[in-house]
Structures are given as C-alpha cells and as structure tokens.
C-alpha cells in the first residue's frame, strides 16, 4: 500500500448489559477479587493473558462481538452478577454501629515512592513498593480514613530479558496512562488539578492523578505535562532514575508537591506516614506552612514531627538516599522561601555526625516521633545504624523500635487455597485472618487433598516457567531439541519433583549464588535420578547494579555446565504475576542473605501462607517466625568471620540441610505418592504463619500504636495556636542549652549487701545548671553482672527529688527501695531530661550516667 497512513482508534462499546466492566476496570479492588479477574478472562482468555491482565488494556482491544455475545450469555451475566453484589456490598458505606479503626476526622497520608498493587499499574521495583501496595489493600478492608501519596511514574521499573550469555538486558517503554487504572484529578473548577513547586530558576507543575483501591484513594504526581520544559517533564519519567540530580527532584516533588496536591484537595491528614526517606521532604513543607503563619522554626518543629511517623526499610547504605549540603540548600532557598531566614536550621536535619551530606532518613527521624524497621532483628540493625541521632542514649533503649511486616494475604493466596479455605473454614475467613483458631481448620485438611491443591499450584507454576523459558530460549535462537533437554524436569504433568524457589532483587546481600559455594557438594545432590531436584531462579539486578548483574550471570553460567542442565533454570522478567506462581508453586522457597540485611523478606510469609516451606538464615521475618515443624533454618555464621568464611560455613549449613532433610523427606512417600511428613510440616507452616504474619496484624498494630497516638499528639501540640508545642520547643531549648553542664554525684556510702525484702537508700546530688528538678529524671537501674545495655535491666527505680540540698547547694534525688531481684546485682545512677509531652522518654537523646 501507497499513500500517508492514518491511524483510527476504534474503542469497543460496552453493551448496557455489562456497562460496570469499566467501573470494575477502574478500581484496583481486581487486583485481590479474583472473581472479577476472571471475569474479564472469561471474556477472552488469550487477550487476556496477552494484554498482561489489564483490565483498562483489554476492554479497548476486545473485539466488540465477543462483548455482544457475552451480554447475552446467561451464565456469564449470572457470574457478572455475583461480582456487582460483592463490588457493591464491598464499597457500601460501613454498617451503622460499627467500630471504625480511628476517631472520626482522622485521616493518615500514607507517602511512599512507588507502590505494587498489580503488573497493570508497573509503578513498582520490587519489596518496598509491594509492601505499599499491600498497606493500601488492607486499609481498604479495614476502612480505615487512608489516603496514599506518589509518582506517576511514564516507565516504572525496566523489563529484563536474559541473553545466551546471561547477561541482563533492561528495556523501557513508556506507559499509556489511557490503559492503566487511574484518573486525572478535576479541582472545584473543574479542572485538571496542577500544583507547583519552584525549583531554582523555574516553577515545576505536576498533574494530579487518582488510582481507587478499593475505598481508597491513591494520589500520584506528574511532571510529564504541558507547561513543563523537557528536563522537568523527566522528573517522573522513570522510577529509580540513576541522576542524582533527577532523584532529589523526585523526591522534592514527591514529598513537598504531595501536602500541596492534598491541601488543594482539602485534605487535612491527621497522621503522615513517610514511608522510606524518599519522602521526607514533606515534613519540611508543612514546617513552611507554620513558618509562614508565624510560628518559630522550633516550634514548628515539634508540631510537625509530632504527628509524623516514619518507616525505615533497609539497613543497606546505598537505600538511605544523601544529597549535596550545597545542593539541597539551592533548591531548600527556592521551594521554600519562607525558609531562607532558618535554612540552616533546615539543613541541620538532615545531617548526620561526622558527615557533609544532607540525609534523607536523618531529616525523617527527626522529623518524626515515631519510628520503625520493619521486624525485630531489623528494628535493632535500625536503631543501631540511626543511634547517632539519640547520641547518649544505647542503640536498645533509643525510639526505634519495630513493627514486623505482614502480606495481604487475599492478593498473595492462590484460588485454589482460597476455594479450599472457604470449604474448611467459611466464606468470612478473610474477615478473621489474624484469628489462629480460625487457622486451626487447616490442619484438619486430609492429607490427600492437601497434597492435591499444591500439586495443582505447581503444574500452573510449571506451565508459566516453560512459557517464559521457552520464548527467553527461542529468542536466543535455542533449538527446540534443547529446549526439551533444558525442561524435562519442569514437568507440569508430573509435578512430582522437588523444586526450589529463589526470586527476589539481585542484589549482592542477598547472595543468589551461595548455592554455588561448592559445585561438588551441590552435583551431588541433584544427581540422584530416583530423588531429583530443580531449582528456579528470578529476579532483576538494578540497571546500575553490575555487581548483581554479575550473580544473574553466574547464575547462568552454572545452569549452563552439562552436570546442572535441567537442573536450575533462570526465569527473565521477575514481576508481580511471576512472584505470584512462584511463592504458590514450588514446594520450598530458598532466601541466603548476608545477616542482619534482610529488613524482613516478605516472600517468605506468601510462601508459607500458600502451603510452601522455607529454608532460610534466619534474618528479617524467619527470626520471628521460624519454629520446629514449619522448615529450615541457617544459622547465621559469626559476625566476626571474614565474608568468605561466613558464606563457606552457610553454605555448608545450607547443603546438609538439602542433602539430609529437605530432600529425604521430600521423597520419603506413601503408597498415595506424598510424603505424610512433608505434608505435616506445610499444614503447620501454613496455620501457623498466615495469622500472625497477614497486613491486617501489622496495620493494626500502626493504628493502634502509631497512627492513634501520632494523631493525639499532633492536635495537642497544635491546638490553641500551638500552645503547647511552643512551650514543647521553649523547654527543649532550655534543656539543651544546660545540659552539657549538668552533673551527678552520689551523696551516701554504697551499700555491698542485704537480705532479701531490706532495703536499699539512694541519694544523688544533681547540678542542674539552672534546671528545675522536674525536667530530670534521676533512675536507678539494677541488671546482673556483665549486662552490656540498660534493655537488659533487671528492675528500674526512679529516684524523687527531696527537699535536701547538697553541701553544695544541688538538689538531692533519694529513694529508699527493696530490690525484688536476688543474687549478685550491678547497679547504675543515670539521668535524663523528662517532660510529659516527649513522645518517648530519651526523645532528645540525652542522658548522663554516675
């Protein structure tokens, strides 16, 4: 054909009969309601899978016969039925009477730099971004007063193809917003709503847009528009973008451009949850805002931080994002003008001892009032790593503390398990996810259609594997003889070998290759025909990354050797459908990191969830969750080995329990071709993790230790024009001015020995350098002989100021107490500042010991 070429987009119509397709297209509530998937899938399978299960995306490229004919369909209009009652009673307003999980007009801003709610909306890179999504989910199913804040990102993470030699290719293409499920935001005039942030030189705008989560809203920000010159409308282009310079604006945008697009909303969140640093920027424009009414720097300060929470999420370096003093003060003069005259102090907060760069996570703790990692091993690695902030307090006793991360387990369970789960459980299971009783009935399950689900799980999985290996091989121009050779043990029609799952981001902490310490040992054990073993591998390295670029290519390199053909595949384009199969499918889901890295690892918990045992280090999650009968663990090595020692001494670990455990019991079957122990162990895996690792446990926990009390704080400071977070700052200024001459001496003789139910009097001179007596407080701590940190106390006794003076004149601090501890007892005199508006007692990091 000859002539210009035009192109016509010719959109399906939507029959009357079936017009809430596009509403159902529209709200991310199919991204955990699998029956509304399946819906469209229905309509056309192939599409469906083709189009990469976007519903926006496949009702524009659905052929408009296959929607009449599906309108006339009686069993199909009976399906779509029974989606609108489950849409409708899911979004009807809560029933009269009913608890809400926070006091009327509260309302948590939920801030985060990508969020994973389903491949359809590619904003995400991987854990981080999921556990966003998973947050949104399940304040959906709690109702709970939630909006979340983020970018609009034109080409989300990269796609990854593998070549013959294992090298990782990263493509990027640009998303149609027309196809993925959101909506540009209309302010009260009715138009597309913008807001600004002045950059040096320039004004940003950024294009407001929503994505509906079930009963949430999802705001995301986008400079890519009109009005913008190309460099700005770059901004949001790409998530994770390797310019620094690019990323502070990022973050700029995210964090100062996120309180403006709420307040144009008129939104008035009384909590803000900075997820990760990268939003941290938002603390400082609602400092302006006060400033610019008024009130001191200080006060605005403490008014701020005090409804502010923030969750750290990595304990690796390169995740705490630090920019330029030089840099950030340019664009700090700019974006807040207000700011000029205490830019000083706004660089202040950012820094961190003995460091020249401003600190993203150093500005968010302090910040902030309240402060998480994300599980118990990783809130230690946290507030060891941000003790520097609090620097007289012990890494154990400073506010970090912790609240262990959860999955949303209606995203996360397989069809069959929630088919299963409704027959041995009930239809409400989902509303008594956190009940372990409820869990109870999985145990009950006979062990034949146990065995039956997983089976089931697994040749899907497999089917997936031998598709994406299958065009990953063909498009290297591998023949189809080897690509028979390469599969034959990923078998969906006899899914009876054992198959090990290891898929997350490879980076290098995360060792994907420790199973490659000793080639020998490993040949060993995969090459038993009568017990063999397949290992899959998948995961993406950052485009940047060339050391975990290095780890997919051994990988490859190992799978190639003749001895591990068929035995180790590695599956190209980790995504959110891949994570899905893989944590439902394999019968063991392998995580080997560098110990304490892991933050928590929350593909464990989807693995467990769906009947899959872990075998782990014991880092992140597994700490807590690891116990006799439900997988295996590796015990860390010693900190105090070199990194090569370490991974020889895990490594080791790691084969004997392949080579004793996992693989006997695996194989050791009955006449009806299972293992009774293998069984055994997944049922418990499962009852035992799905209650106390679900997002509905950790959400709850946020609202009811952070969120509530964060909210109370924040209007008690700012009520009555900031009464009280003035008098908060005054005081704190006060303090911080005297403390350093502040000084403890004892006034009695020491007493070496009494019987138990004596007692024991203490009396401590305080110089307090001007300080009244009630802003200290003076404590007595007792713990056994060799405790290393005051967390390890045995008893507290606080100590209470007398009218007795010094010969000196200082005040005395005395107490007369009886240890109820027996045996040998240390004890300490220390003192603190003490205010009853501090959000934690060593809040100010100060504190002074005899």
Request: proline residues 5%.
């Amino acid at each position: 054909m000859h002539g210009t070429i035009y192109r016509l987009d010719v959109r399906p119509k939507l029959p009357q009969r079936l017009e809430r397709l596009a509403e159902f297209a529209g709200n991310l509530w199919y991204s955990w309601h699998r029956p509304t998937r399946s819906l469209f899938a229905r309509l056309n399978p192939t599409l469906w899978q083709d189009i990469g299960h976007s519903p926006k995306a496949f009702l524009r490229n659905i052929d408009q016969s296959l929607l009449d004919e599906a309108a006339r369909d009686s069993a199909f209009a009976d399906a779509y039925d029974l989606v609108i009652a489950a849409y409708d009673a899911y979004h009807a307003p809560a029933a009269p009477g009913s608890a809400p999980a926070l006091p009327e007009g509260d309302r948590v801003a939920y801030f985060c730099a990508e969020f994973g709610m389903h491949e359809s909306l590619p904003i995400y890179s991987g854990g981080l971004g999921i556990l966003a999504g998973d947050h949104c989910k399940t304040a959906s199913d709690m109702r709970l007063p939630f909006v979340g804040v983020g970018l609009l990102y034109r080409q989300g993470y990269f796609q990854q193809t593998i070549d013959a030699d294992g090298r990782q290719h990263a493509h990027y293409a640009d998303t149609d917003f027309d196809l993925v499920p959101i909506e540009p935001v209309h302010g009260a005039d009715g138009r597309e709503l913008r807001v600004s942030v002045a950059f040096p030189g320039r004004t940003v705008l950024c294009k407001v847009w929503r994505a509906r989560v079930g009963h949430v809203a999802l705001y995301l920000l986008d400079t890519d528009i009109e009005g913008n010159r190309a460099a700005d409308r770059n901004i949001t282009h790409q998530l994770y973008i390797g310019s620094i310079a690019t990323r502070l604006e990022q973050e700029i945008v995210l964090g100062v451009g996120g309180v403006r697009a709420l307040a144009a909303l008129g939104i008035e969140p009384s909590c803000w949850h900075v997820n990760e640093g990268h939003p941290a920027f938002l603390t400082l424009e609602r400092i302006c805002r006060l400033v610019a009414r008024g009130v001191a720097f200080d006060a605005a300060l403490e008014a701020v931080a005090a409804s502010t929470v923030f969750t750290t999420h990595t304990p690796v370096a390169a995740g705490h994002d630090h920019f330029s003093e030089d840099t950030v003060r340019t664009y700090l003069e700019s974006v807040f003008p207000e700011l000029r005259p205490h830019v000083e102090a706004a660089l202040a907060l950012g820094r961190l001892p003995g460091a020249l760069d401003f600190n993203l996570t150093a500005l968010a703790v302090r910040a902030s009032r309240a402060q998480n990692g994300v599980s118990r091993i990783h809130g230690g690695v946290a507030a060891s790593s941000c003790a520097p902030l609090w620097a007289q307090i012990d890494p154990e006793d400073n506010p970090l503390g912790y609240i262990t991360n959860g999955v949303h387990v209606p995203t996360f369970l397989s069809d069959r398990w929630h088919e299963e789960l409704e027959r041995c459980i009930g239809q409400d299971w989902t509303e008594r996810l956190s009940d372990a009783r409820c869990w109870e009935a999985v145990r009950a399950i006979p062990d034949a259609k146990f065995w039956a689900v997983h089976q089931a799980l697994k040749a899907q999985m497999l089917h997936l594997v031998r598709f994406r290996v299958r065009r990953q091989q063909l498009r290297a121009d591998g023949s189809e003889a080897h690509l028979d050779r390469l599969l034959k043990l990923a078998d969906p029609e006899k899914p009876d070998v054992l198959t090990v799952g290891f898929g997350r981001r490879f980076a290098t902490y995360k060792r994907a290759t420790l199973l490659f310490e000793r080639l020998d040992w490993l040949r060993e054990i995969v090459s038993d025909p009568k017990r063999p073993v397949l290992f899959l591998y998948t995961g993406k390295a950052h485009p940047a990354d060339q050391p975990g670029q290095d780890l997919i290519r051994r990988v490859a390199e190992v799978a190639r050797m003749p001895e591990f053909e068929s035995k180790i595949l590695f599956i190209e384009n980790y995504d959110l459908r891949v994570g899905r199969r893989l944590v439902s499918g394999v019968d063991v889901w392998l995580n080997n990191p560098v110990y304490p890295m892991e933050a928590c690892g929350t593909s464990g918990m989807k693995a467990a969830i769906n009947g899959v045992l872990n075998l782990s280090v014991l880092d992140g999650w597994w700490g807590e969750g690891y116990g006799g009968g439900i997988g295996w663990a590796i015990k860390p090595a010693s900190q105090a080995l070199d990194a090569q020692r370490r991974d020889a001494d895990e490594a080791r670990t790691l084969y004997e329990l392949l080579q004793d455990q996992v693989v006997p019991l695996y194989y050791a079957r009955n006449a009806e071709g299972f293992s009774p122990g293998w069984v055994a162990m997944a049922k418990e895996s499962m009852a035992s993790v799905a209650p106390r690792f679900s997002s509905l446990r950790m959400l709850r926990e946020y609202v009811e230790r952070f969120y509530g009390p964060a909210s109370n704080r924040g209007r008690r400071l700012a009520a009555q024009d900031l009464r009280e977070g003035r008098a908060l700052a005054d005081w704190k200024a006060r303090v911080r001015a005297a403390w350093k001459d502040v000084r403890l001496q004892s006034v009695d003789q020491a007493v070496a020995s009494i019987e138990h139910g004596g007692s024991v009097r203490v009396a401590i001179a305080a110089a307090l350098n001007g300080l009244a007596p009630t802003d200290v407080v003076v404590e007595i701590v007792l713990a056994r002989p060799g405790a290393s940190h005051a967390s390890e106390s045995l008893e507290r006794w606080r100590l209470l100021p007398s009218p007795q003076r010094s010969d000196s004149g200082d005040c005395v601090y005395a107490l007369e107490f009886s240890p109820q501890s027996c045996g040998r007892i240390d004890y300490r005199v220390r003192a603190y500042p003490s205010h009853e508006l501090l959000a934690h007692p060593f809040e100010m990091g100060l504190m002074l010991w005899l």
